[in-house]
């Protein structure tokens, strides 16, 4: 969680700097704006930030308290024999005796999270390529 956090905090860092030393003016009416700027990947790496927090907290806290009699609610037998728990990929698995199992993460949060850590490696790629892209276009101006 803080690697996303600081990966978050690096791109809006970026995209302000960016912003700072441009010389040329952002806004389309004053001149244009540079081309294939960082702005829309940020924007879409903080989507993605946004929806992988909620996403990993509905996961951690699946099952909170009583995790042994919340599986044994939800599975419809008795109190589980004994809960592993792990933390990526999002696991807290009840297991009986028996051998049957169930998982109190439902079962989209980690495609859901593996989703939202490729997206989020997709746009600080393609941020700080269009940072290096639109500084050699200012040097060659």
Same mark, same amino acid.
């Given at each position: 969680m803080a690697l996303v956090i600081a990966l978050l905090v690096i791109a809006l860092l970026g995209a302000r700097a960016y912003r700072l030393r441009?010389?040329?003016p952002l806004n389309p009416r004053e001149g244009g704006a540079p081309?294939?700027?960082p +702005?829309?990947?940020?924007k879409v790496l903080a989507l993605s930030v946004a929806v992988a927090v909620? +996403?990993?907290l509905t996961g951690a806290i699946a099952g909170f308290t009583k995790v042994g009699e919340t599986c044994g609610l939800e599975a419809g037998r008795s109190r589980a024999d004994s809960v592993h728990t792990s933390g990526f990929p999002l696991s807290k698995l009840c297991t009986w005796d028996d051998?049957? +199992?169930h998982d109190l993460v439902p079962a989209w949060v980690n495609p859901v999270l593996y989703l939202c850590a490729a997206v989020m490696v997709v746009c600080v790629f393609m941020a700080l390529r269009a940072v290096i892209k639109n500084k050699k276009e200012l040097v060659h101006d």
């Open positions: 441009n010389k040329r081309r294939g700027g +702005t829309i990947w940020v909620p +996403t990993f051998g049957m +199992t």
